[in-house]
């Protein structure tokens, strides 16, 4: 799944990338975090509908990204998120089928973006509670988790929007609430770095 990445992906990209590096003028510190080989997962809060952009911009790899069943059920959409690569994500139910998807391109040394809050936040808080599901998969996977954190405002030349990545980890020996807590501990340390120089 991983190995080539879609052309409607790679044309998005290309075509509308600068128009939205433009439009948005976002800051993206420390892309060189995220790892050019081996299998990934990109996980960090969600707070817009565009926040997986950010990502797609700031590193030529291809990302996996799970994104929730509603979209791949509205037929006027549906062929965009299939046509990138998406995989399809029942949040309400287990979905086994979306999770083996997902260690599949990992054990091919592919990437995977995840939002562990499993919704965009619309509340006052910092962070939602993280589901388990990307540190299970990096411990099944061995793969590599690099934190992020989003914030500032989707606006014309905004002069806010930032997104930073962390170093990467792995788990390891770590549990998964151990590793758990750590992603959420690392998104936050970054949210409140942006929202420091961003005063």
């Given amino acids: 799944m991983n190995k080539k990445i879609p052309f409607l992906y790679k044309f998005g990209r290309f075509l509308l990338g600068p128009i939205f590096k433009f439009y948005y003028n976002p800051k993206i510190i420390n892309k060189e975090f995220i790892l ?77 973006g995840i939002f562990p809050e499993g919704t965009r936040n619309r509340t006052k808080d910092i962070l939602l509670p993280f589901k388990f599901g990307a540190v299970s998969m990096a411990k ?28 990467p980890f792995k788990v390891n020996d770590m549990s998964l609430e151990e590793a758990n807590n750590k992603l959420y501990k690392e998104v936050e340390k970054l949210i409140k770095q942006n929202l420091k120089e961003n005063k």
């Fill in 36 to 112: 050019k080989n081996g299998p990934i997962i990109i996980a960090g809060n969600h707070k817009h509908l565009y926040d997986q952009c950010l990502t797609i911009i700031a590193t030529k790899r291809g990302i996996h990204y799970m994104a929730k069943k509603e979209y791949f059920d509205n037929k006027k959409i549906a062929w965009f998120f299939r046509g990138t690569g998406c995989i399809s994500v029942d949040r309400k139910n287990k979905d086994p089928q979306a999770v083996n998807l997902a260690l599949k391109v990992l054990k091919d040394n592919g990437a995977i």
């Fill in 140 to 167: 099944k996977t061995d793969a590599s988790i690099v934190p992020f954190a989003i914030t500032g405002d989707y606006k014309f030349r905004s002069k806010n929007l930032t997104i930073r990545y962390g170093k």
